[in-house]
């Protein structure tokens, strides 16, 4: 899974003319992680889109994958439930009914 890192610096200072003229605030780090939400689906599309009319669904209720894990995507097979115990998640399925 791609991942980015990026260190940001900044910093605080107060101006002139108050009673806080004086103090100066330590510069901060923070480092920001990026990392990518799709492990493997569908990586040579730029941007992975699917419409659906929701006239044509075949069934009353038809489960739509958000945890990027199934392996009937964009359908959901169940594949959240071994990730979320695996990683303490919480996500499930977009319920698209009829
Ligand atoms: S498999 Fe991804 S939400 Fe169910």
Redo the contacts with the bound molecule.
């Keep these: 899974m791609a991942s980015t890192t990026s260190i940001i610096q900044g910093g605080f200072s107060c101006g002139g003319g108050s009673a806080l003229s004086s103090f100066r605030a330590r510069p901060r780090r923070m480092v920001v992680r990026a990392e990518a939400v799709n492990p493997d689906i569908r990586k040579d599309e730029t941007k992975v889109v699917d419409s659906v009319l929701v006239t044509e669904l075949s069934k009353p209720l038809t489960?739509y994958?958000?945890?990027w894990?199934?392996g009937t995507f964009p359908l959901?097979?169940?594949?959240?439930v071994k990730h979320n115990k695996a990683t303490g998640d919480n996500?499930?399925?977009l319920l698209l009914k009829k």
């Excluded at 959901?76 to 959240?80: A, M, Y």
């Design positions: 489960p994958c958000r945890c894990r199934s959901c097979d169940g594949s959240h996500v499930g399925p």
